[in-house]
């Protein structure tokens, strides 16, 4: 089984930055991304990585979030600067069993696997 493993999770206040990770076992997934679930709110999608590929974003985080991946250690890495108190979630990182193709991505049933979750709390 392809397992997922997010780290990075954590406390900051407002404007704070943080780098999750997720190392993919088993074999190298050239399909991911990150999505995020607040509490009593539905999962959604914040950044995928299509390699090769475009990288996408969600509007929220636009401009703010960086996705990339370091494909000798199959390690996914979601950088987050500027961070706001509705970023507050927990997020997990998703991969696809095979190509991303031309699918629109983030949609959760687009994806496979998925880690189990890091929190990242923001603060005002």
């Known amino acids: 089984q392809v397992q997922l493993v997010e780290s990075g999770g954590g406390s900051v206040q407002a404007g704070g930055s943080l780098r999750l990770s997720c190392r993919g076992y088993?074999?190298?997934?050239?399909?991911m991304g990150w999505f995020r679930q607040a509490p009593g709110k539905e999962r959604e999608g914040v950044a995928t990585?299509?390699?090769?590929?475009?990288?996408t974003y969600a509007d929220s985080v636009k401009g703010r979030f960086t996705i990339s991946k370091d494909n000798a250690i199959n390690t996914l890495y979601l950088e987050m600067n500027s961070l706001r108190p509705e970023d507050t979630a927990m997020y997990y990182c998703?991969?696809?069993?095979?190509?991303?193709?031309?699918?629109?991505?983030?949609?959760?049933?687009?994806?496979?696997?998925w880690g189990q979750g890091t929190q990242v709390t923001v603060s005002s």
């Open positions: 998703a991969a696809r069993s095979s190509a991303c193709g031309w699918l629109f991505l983030l949609r959760e049933s687009v994806y496979t696997y």
């Open positions: 088993t074999y190298s997934l050239n399909c």
């Open positions: 990585l299509a390699d090769p590929g475009p990288t």
